[in-house]
């Protein structure tokens, strides 16, 4: 049995024991991950040195004060989060319970990324622990050195049944995608998102997929082109580019790009490369940059720009930066993206009351805050009858009349709102009901 085999089937097993059900045991494991994050800066931030240069106070700022967030968020929430949620009720269900009940998956798979090591693996760790599941992480070989902290630590303070690290390459996590998981959490580019899918559909397992593509950047005339150069220059070359909602290229009037492209360089210490007049067939135009290069496209008007971004893939971003709310709205409304920002880049990240994901070739599924708990949960439908008022029941056992068709139509297609009713009317409405449906139909 391979060492991915028994990682899976001892998170497996851990589950089973419903340990991990228990919701104090599952606020215990993230004040647990917070206390990583806290005691353990110092050997997140060397390992991030050493695989991407990150400076020491770019740690915080980029990977682990939002995790942070979220972790005390899920704890402060976990409870609201997890309680039976109430829906609205129909004539058939008025004396009923009916309720969405959050339960968890099972085992989830989280497979990491090596640009954001931190951020775009603890991230989806949070939802999991939240909603009561197991997890198996694999962080990217790529970030080697904030693997092995992943490796060394993670299990010094959560429970290492539930939540086993294992690390390595191609090979192994191929192996991992052999086992049958719960729920499958990637975050990479499509190509490999294909593979995982792939993989998944022999056990019909869900998958959620964090992808790219490319996000374009819609800079109106009549802004401030200072200050909105000055966003997109560090939303753009921000972790030299490789961010996978960074813009990707800019759409902008020809009057204009000359100023933008000056405006930008104003921003950069080391000369950036940023392209003029590029051509939609373009190399550069065909797949995710994801590097320090940004190709600054013409168009003459917005609806130049929205037809342009129509007539590509989905992306995961769209920014638009302009002064005109109407302008802003109108692109929202008419184009479609896994997020949109104006006046701004990569921040709508940080909102964690937001949705984070992609759609179409940007990928699918979503977290961050009640998103990501919701996301690795089953939201289970339940309804608890009662054994009493089979009178009203008798409408659906054969055989069937044009009488019970008529009690049938008026019981299902008539939907009072009941919620915006007391709780004396809703009795009475009850009671009327009833009284009707017996004078009717067993008094003729």
């Given at each position: ?30 004040k ?5 994050v ?13 695989d ?8 915080p ?26 829906v ?138 200072s ?19 960074a ?30 007049d ?6 550069v ?15 003459k ?6 037809k342009f ?26 184009t479609?993206?896994g ?9 709508h ?68 709102d009941?919620?915006s ?5 809703l009795l ?17």
């Amino acid at each position: 049995m391979s060492r991915e085999q028994k990682a899976v089937e001892r998170a497996r097993k851990a589950f089973l024991t419903g340990r991990s059900r228990q919701l104090e045991y599952r606020i215990s494991q993230l004040k647990n991950l917070l206390r990583f994050v806290k005691e353990r800066q110092q050997d997140i931030a060397e390992g991030l040195k050493k695989d991407l240069k990150r400076s020491e106070l770019g740690t915080p700022l980029y990977e682990t004060l939002g995790l942070e967030s979220e972790i005390d968020l899920a704890v402060r929430k976990l409870k609201e989060w997890a309680a039976p949620r109430p829906v609205s009720k129909s004539m058939m269900t008025i004396s009923d319970q009916v309720y969405i009940q959050p339960e968890p998956l099972g085992v989830v798979l989280i497979l990491g990324a090596w640009n954001y090591p931190w951020a775009v693996t603890i991230g989806p760790l949070i939802g999991a622990i939240a909603a009561g599941n197991a997890a198996v992480i694999k962080p990217s070989e790529v970030s080697s050195h904030t693997s092995k902290v992943m490796e060394d630590f993670l299990p010094l303070y959560l429970d290492k049944e539930l939540y086993p690290v294992v690390t390595g390459g191609v090979a192994e996590t191929q192996e991992l995608l052999k086992q049958r998981f719960d729920h499958i959490f990637y975050t990479g580019n499509g190509t490999v998102g294909k593979i995982i899918m792939l993989a998944a559909t022999q056990h019909l397992t869900p998958t959620t997929l964090e992808l790219g593509g490319k996000s374009p950047c819609y800079i109106d005339k009549n802004c401030d082109l200072s200050v909105a150069c000055r966003r997109i220059a560090w939303g753009k070359y921000s972790n030299c580019g490789q961010t996978c909602i960074a813009p990707d290229y800019i759409l902008c009037d020809p009057s204009i790009q000359d100023r933008v492209i000056e405006e930008i360089k104003n921003n950069i210490i080391v000369p950036p490369t940023v392209l003029k007049d590029v051509k939609p067939d373009a190399m550069v135009m065909q797949e995710e940059i994801f590097g320090p290069l940004l190709p600054v496209l013409t168009v003459k008007s917005p609806d130049e720009a929205i037809k342009f971004i129509n007539q590509r893939e989905k992306p995961l971003a769209l920014y638009i930066f302009s002064s005109d709310s109407k302008l802003i709205n109108r692109m929202i409304a008419e184009t479609s993206s896994g997020g949109v920002l104006a006046n701004d880049c990569l921040i709508h990240f940080s909102v964690n009351s937001l949705p984070f994901g992609g759609v179409g070739n940007s990928g699918m599924g979503r977290y961050h805050g009640r998103h990501g708990f919701d996301n690795l949960s089953h939201l289970r439908g339940c309804l608890i009858k009662k054994l009493k008022m089979e009178g009203v029941n008798k409408m659906r056992y054969p055989p069937h009349t044009a009488k019970k068709l008529s009690w049938a139509r008026f019981f299902i297609l008539k939907n009072p709102d009941f919620a915006s009713l007391g709780r004396l009317a809703l009795l009475a409405l009850m009671a009327i009901a009833v009284a009707v449906f017996v004078q009717r139909y067993f008094i003729d």
